[in-house]
């Protein structure tokens, strides 16, 4: 174990033994988030990702359909690209090699990216590539315009909550540690009115002692989109939620390649959930979006375990 792994694993079990548990949704927060010991906020912060599907050779593989659809699009309107969640830019590196000179001449690149050292070295990669550019803390300091948003992986690293169907219902996981090192276990606590209400709303009846998540963030980013982007395409790839939902539910934790304990290691690991993509359809409606995959050049574009969907500004 790391010293900062360590002193992550005791901060996380000393709040906890103070406050008691805390839902999956804030474990998985801190996991990721934390200030420089979250995965993606480390000081030590990784050019790659852990997750097999952000290889370099998985990356390139899922290049064709995106290009299509961008291709298409800029047909119509102007070759603007806004890349939410970029990583280490691969996917834009692959597209931008793909398009017709006629295209690539023009494109316009914004990357969305929270974290100030992946920001200096975008920008660093804009140059490289010879596009105009820029890089951006979210999506809300974007130019606002037409755009085609791609999406690759970013939805499932929303926090989520997690809960369990039990014969009394819908109840919420929640994370322990009791003592004073990480030993953690689960609990179930009451679910809260709105999630079982979300729950409700989105699923058919699911079998006792299966698992979902519910991301509630959703909503907010495609409001978020709705904004700057007009008109334009958000085209979202990412590891779906099979449906009914399996009874492990679809959290994963990833490292170096290899499936760990989601409680093994927090801050060194990966952490994911699957996306529902009735549920993220039903919300970009609500946001003013419409499901365009079935209209769109490319959007057969699930490579893998990604499944792809595109959305359309009315």
């Given at each position: ?171 919420e996981i929640h994370v322990d540690a009791p003592?004073d090192t990480w030993t953690p276990k689960e ?128």
């Amino acid at each position: 174990m790391s010293a900062d792994e360590g002193e992550f694993t005791t901060d996380l079990a000393s709040r906890l033994a103070g406050r008691g548990p805390m839902p999956f949704r804030d474990y998985m927060a801190e996991a990721l988030y934390a200030d420089e010991l979250g995965y993606y906020t480390r000081r030590d912060l990784r050019r790659r990702g852990d997750r097999p599907t952000s290889r370099p050779g998985f990356v390139a593989d899922l290049v064709e359909p995106v290009a299509q659809a961008f291709v298409s699009f800029a047909e119509h309107h102007p070759p603007r690209l806004v890349d939410h969640g970029p990583g280490a830019g691969l996917l834009v590196r692959y597209l931008l090699g793909s398009l017709p000179e006629r295209i690539r001449a023009d494109v316009d690149v914004t990357f969305v990216e929270p974290r100030l050292a992946r920001r200096t070295r975008l920008l660093v990669l804009l140059q490289e590539f010879g596009v105009d550019g820029r890089v951006v803390s979210a999506p809300r300091d974007a130019e606002p315009g037409p755009a085609f948003v791609v999406a690759r992986e970013l939805l499932g690293s929303f926090p989520v909550h997690w809960l369990e169907r039990t014969g009394e219902g819908w109840r919420e996981i929640h994370v322990d540690a009791p003592g004073d090192t990480w030993t953690p276990k689960e609990r179930l606590e009451d679910a809260p009115p709105q999630l079982t209400r979300f729950v409700d709303d989105h699923l058919p009846e699911v079998p006792v002692g299966h698992r979902y998540e519910v991301n509630l963030h959703l909503r907010r980013w495609l409001a978020q989109l709705q904004g700057v982007v007009d008109p334009g395409l958000v085209y979202v790839l990412d590891r779906p939620i099979e449906r009914p939902p399996s009874p492990e539910g679809s959290i994963r934790a990833v490292r170096e390649g290899e499936t760990v304990d989601v409680y093994e290691a927090p801050g060194i690991t990966d952490i994911s959930s699957g996306v529902d993509l009735d549920v993220l359809v039903s919300q970009a409606e609500k946001a003013g979006f419409v499901d365009a995959t079935a209209d769109t050049v490319g959007s057969e574009g699930g490579r893998g375990p990604l499944a792809a969907r595109v959305l359309r500004t009315r």
